[in-house]
Structures are given as structure tokens and as C-alpha cells.
């Protein structure tokens, strides 16, 4: 069994934040062909694995001798915290960061059953194969050198993630604003539909009824409504276009670095969204180029 101290806890916690972004990074650059930085954050860094290694240490020390419970308590532990963070993501910024709703046996499309197994298996492998030679290699760094790594990488990631997440909240305030400019277009395109319904109605019962002057102010009145309601429609409409364009340049990295990324608000478009961040970058580029 083994018995860590916080600052040996804490170097574990970093190492695999940065193999984890090594190993991330890596794979979906070589499926997308171009070098990509994964992750909510800007420096070489996953949380999300450092978090799930040293859970899965922590609950598997008193089973280390058994694998078969290794297995079950590392897939429990890891999907709790997938389904945990998934969850936080999804209420904190109204975005996900990878979605499982197209597998079978999934929950909220936060966890699924073959990622548990898979996270069983990833369990085995990183305590009897993986974590044997990153203790070796921190033990063997003298303590200083490990306190001032430390030290330098919390200052750096401290800082880091209270940038993303400022930048992630900036980004959640305009998705609540585009859902309440979507909600009042659907309101308005309502009241149009019924507007039009009543002028029908009423215009017909006039002719029939031969009610000329009372015809000729319904329609007056209709169209001044109608006149007025397509005036705020185009308007919110601009709204709407304007916040999809500060939201493109807030989510471009975010897309850039998450192919499963996606966000949460209601009557957003992400073909839409995809498309235009990835107009919006070739115009950077295109840019760039001129300038060079």
C-alpha cells in the first residue's frame, strides 16, 4: 500500500495534468491533421486527468492486492467524476465539452457504459504499469527542485484557470441573452401568426356582413400592428446576429480545441455555429498572410 505526502500527491496531480494533455493533444492532432491544444485551458494542462489519476489512486490503495476490485472501484470512481464534472460544465457555462448521447446505455450524455469499462481498464494499467515508474522518477527528483515545480506550476495554472473561467462566464452571459432573444422571436412570431389569423377573420365577417368602415379600420389597425411587430422581429433579429458574432469570437479556441464541444442553450444552431468560426477563422488567416 502506498502512503504519499501532500506535496508528492500534489507533484502525481501535475504530472498527469500534463501527460494527460500530452496524450490528448496528441491523438486529435493526428486525427485532425493540425496541431491542436486540448482543453478549457491555455497552458499544457488537463485537470480532468490529474483530478481522475489520483482519484483512482486514492480509491485503489486499500485494493491494490486484487485487481478485479482495482477494476470496479477505479470505473466507479472515474465515471463519478466524469458524470460530476460533465454535470458542473453544463450548469456553470451552459456548454458541454464532450457529449455521449449517441451511445447506447448513457446518462445525460455525461457518462456511458463502455467509457466505464473503458475507465475499469485504464485503472488496471495506470496502477500496476504506469504509476510504479512516475513515483520512481519523482522520488528520484530532490525535494527543493519538486517544491519550486510545484510552486511555479500552481502559481502558473491558478492564474490560468481564473482567466478561462472569467472567459467562460463571459461566454455563458451571452448564451443566456441569445436564449432570451430566441425565446421573444418565437413569442413575437406567435403573436404575427395570431394577428394575422384575427385581421383574417374579422376582414372576412366584414364582407359578409358589409361593414365597409369597420373593414377599412380593422385593416388600418392590423397593418400598423403588423408594421410595428415587424420592426421589434428585425431588430431582435439584429440583436441576435450580433451576439452570435461575439459569441464566435469568444467560442473560437473552444471549438478549435474540443471537436465534441457544443453548447446548451436553447435554439442555437451548432452547424451554424461550426460554420461560422471556421469563416471567421480563415478571415484571421487570410489577414495574417496579407500581412506577412
Known amino acids: 500500500m502506498y502512503s504519499y505526502h501532500f506535496r508528492e500527491w500534489l507533484s502525481f496531480f501535475y504530472f498527469y495534468c500534463i501527460f494527460g494533455w500530452c496524450f490528448e493533444s496528441m491523438y486529435v492532432s493526428l486525427k485532425t491533421r493540425h496541431l491542436t491544444n486540448r482543453g478549457f485551458l491555455k497552458g499544457p494542462w488537463l485537470p480532468l486527468y490529474g483530478s481522475g489519476a489520483i482519484l483512482v489512486l486514492w480509491l485503489t490503495l486499500p485494493f491494490q492486492e486484487t485487481p478485479v476490485l482495482v477494476y470496479l472501484t477505479g470505473a466507479l470512481g472515474a465515471t463519478v467524476l466524469e458524470y460530476v464534472t460533465g454535470e458542473a460544465m453544463v450548469r456553470l457555462f451552459k456548454v458541454r465539452y464532450w457529449d455521449y448521447s449517441d451511445q447506447k446505455l448513457q446518462y445525460r450524455g455525461h457518462i ?136 464566435i469570437r469568444r467560442a473560437d479556441l473552444l471549438l478549435a480545441r474540443n471537436p465534441g464541444f457544443r453548447f446548451v442553450a436553447e435554439g442555437l444552431d451548432m452547424g451554424e455555429i461550426r460554420e461560422r468560426v471556421r469563416n471567421f477563422r480563415k478571415r484571421i488567416e487570410e489577414k495574417e498572410h496579407k500581412e506577412l
Do not use: N
Open 112 to 247: 456511458c457504459l463502455s467509457s466505464s469499462v473503458a475507465w475499469g481498464f485504464l485503472s488496471l494499467l495506470m496502477v500496476y504499469g504506469v504509476h510504479k515508474p512516475v513515483e520512481q522518477l519523482i522520488f528520484r527528483i530532490h525535494e527543493e527542485v519538486v517544491s519550486v515545480l510545484t510552486f511555479g506550476i500552481t502559481v502558473c495554472m491558478v492564474h490560468d484557470f481564473s482567466v478561462a473561467f472569467q472567459k467562460a462566464m463571459d461566454l455563458r452571459e451571452l448564451l443566456i441573452q441569445a436564449e432570451q432573444i430566441c425565446g421573444e422571436l418565437e413569442r413575437r412570431a406567435a403573436e404575427k401568426r395570431r394577428l394575422l389569423e384575427a385581421a383574417a377573420t374579422f376582414a372576412k365577417a366584414a364582407v359578409e356582413e358589409r361593414i365597409e368602415e369597420q373593414k377599412e379600420r380593422a385593416e388600418q389597425s392590423g397593418e400598423q400592428l403588423l408594421k410595428k411587430m415587424e420592426r421589434e422581429i428585425c431588430e431582435l433579429q439584429e440583436r441576435q446576429e450580433h451576439l452570435k458574432e461575439r459569441m
